[in-house]
T-cell receptor, first 117, second 111 residues
């Protein structure tokens, strides 16, 4: 079946502009995650959605970052007033989580490469 | 101490070699451990979970030492296609969904 998809694959923007990044999780996956991977760095957790529960936003680096998940499926990560340090690959993942104690396998999308000039 | 630390490499080995990657984690409450593989400019993909008793999948063997908070990955008879960055991944203690990723170890297998 189809995997996690993200769009756009590349985004170049000017400092100060807002950007929206989209993620389509695997159909039926209730959990959705956003990560950021900067050059030479490990993946950094940003936000987690699980079903209808309140999202875990603890990883968002500033109030310029926000994310929504509509209808329990598609998610949009919005970065307002972009800064050069926001340049990174933004990765989305989804999992079919039971909500139990076990950590479920996360399946990643191809990412959106964001460049802020 | 960083949450997850790996030797950044790079590791350059000939085809057929055995190579081992090591990883340490700082949170003793962590319960889930994984190795992911990431090809250049691609997304990470799960290679294997790591179980307390150690586990093997073909040429790959993963081991966990909870007392030392240490995880390892052994690749035997390495292939050109094994060239990638290997990411050590640990769940954050107390969370079954927040993963902490190491920066990865770059492996290049040469003909």
């Amino acid at each position: 079946g189809a995997g996690v998809s993200q769009s756009p694959s590349n985004k170049v923007t000017e400092k100060g502009k807002d950007v929206e990044l989209r993620c389509d999780p695997i159909s039926g996956h209730t959990a959705l995650y956003w990560y950021r991977q900067s050059l030479g760095q490990g993946l950094e957790f940003l936000i987690y959605f699980q079903g209808n529960s309140a999202p875990d936003k603890s990883g968002l680096p500033s109030d310029r970052f926000s994310a929504e998940r509509t209808g329990g499926s598609v998610s949009t990560l919005t970065i307002q007033r972009t800064q050069q340090e926001d340049s990174a690959v933004y990765l989305c993942a989804s999992s079919s989580t039971s909500g139990g104690a076990r950590t479920d396998t996360q399946y990643f999308g191809p990412g959106t490469r964001l460049t802020v000039l | 101490r960083k949450e997850v630390e790996q030797d950044p490499g790079p590791f350059n080995v000939p085809e057929g070699a055995t190579v081992a990657f090591n990883c340490t984690y700082s949170n003793s409450a962590s319960q889930s451990f994984f190795w992911y593989r990431q090809d250049c400019r691609k997304e990470p993909k799960l290679l294997m979970s790591v179980y307390s008793s150690g586990n093997e999948d073909g040429r790959f063997t993963a081991q966990l030492n909870r007392a030392s908070q240490y995880i390892s990955l052994l690749i035997r008879d390495s292939k050109l296609s094994d060239s990638a960055t290997y990411l050590c991944v640990v769940n954050r203690g107390g969370s079954n969904y927040k993963l902490t990723f190491g920066k990865g170890t770059l492996l290049t297998v040469n003909p």
